[in-house]
């Protein structure tokens, strides 16, 4: 059972936020599952589309560890805006609106804006993470980042392992943290009222505050989930994107009244 919490008004947007249990992020993957389940092959065309993206990444930056993590890292961080079509499904189905599996589950133009401006962001992280834990490599580790020759015919252990590895990939760790807490609710806040990118992160930040056990739940169970898609090679994030996103719309519809 949930129970309500003011956070208090946004200049722009009133906006109320529930406390859950801990164990509710359990049932945020229980219902995302049952929409995977009924929305069939829109749910998994665009869970292709997020592994193709991916896959993608991959190949092209698969020839040195430096590059191996900041592809996964990179797509991580910019993950949460992918889900736009799946969060905007599980909304149609939940209004009981007409699907089609030849239309792209687009939200409503009013929305539009506020999606780019979102993801405009989270790239913006991406990139400073980019620059910030290169430069961090060469200050703390004295470990050059390599070189555009290494990079297209290097090998996947050059020059890049052990302590500096390590460090590279918690860096990015403390972003994608960053990047969880300003996104939990953020894309289907969007959607659904149509709030600003700036309103969407505040809210985000407040249903983190207010919901800390159950969060740390829900970042462990991404976190999982994620691993076994990478762990198949991208091929289970056919399933795993569809399967989070649509968790993500639920976790909203839990989160904020």
């Keep these: ?66 590059l191996v993590a900041a592809a996964i890292t990179g797509y991580l961080l910019v993950g949460p805006i992918m889900t736009t079509g799946l969060c905007e499904l599980s909304r149609r189905r939940e209004a009981r609106e007409p699907l089609r599996v030849d239309e792209p589950p687009l939200p409503a133009p009013r929305s539009s804006t506020s999606l780019l401006q979102f993801g405009a962001i989270l790239a913006a992280i991406a990139v400073i993470w ?24 290097g ?27 300003l996104s939990v609710v953020a894309v289907p806040l969007i959607i659904d009222r149509h709030a600003t990118a700036m309103d969407a992160m505040w809210t985000s930040i407040r249903v983190t505050v207010a919901n800390l056990p159950a969060m ?34 639920h976790a909203y519809r839990d989160l904020v009244r």
Excluded: C, N
């Design 1 to 66: 059972m949930t129970t309500s919490v003011s956070l208090g008004k946004h200049p722009l947007l009133h906006v109320e936020v529930r406390h859950v249990s801990a164990r509710q992020p359990i049932e945020w993957l229980r219902r995302g599952w049952d929409d995977l389940r009924h929305l069939g092959t829109a749910s998994l065309s665009q869970g292709a589309m997020i592994a193709i993206i991916g896959a993608v990444l991959l190949m092209l930056f698969s020839t040195h560890a430096y």
């Design 155 to 181: 090998s996947l252990t050059d020059g890049l392992s052990g302590p500096p590895l390590l460090g590279y990939v918690a860096s990015g760790a403390v972003l994608a943290a960053i990047v969880f807490v």
């Design 216 to 249: 740390l739940v829900w970042a462990a169970l991404i976190v999982l989930v994620t691993a076994l898609g990478f762990a198949t090679l991208l091929v289970g994030m056919v399933v795993v994107a569809p399967l989070l996103g649509h968790a993500t719309w």
């Design 130 to 153: 980019f620059i910030a834990s290169a430069a961090m490599l060469q200050t703390v580790f004295h470990t050059p980042t390599p070189s555009l020759a290494v990079a297209l015919w």
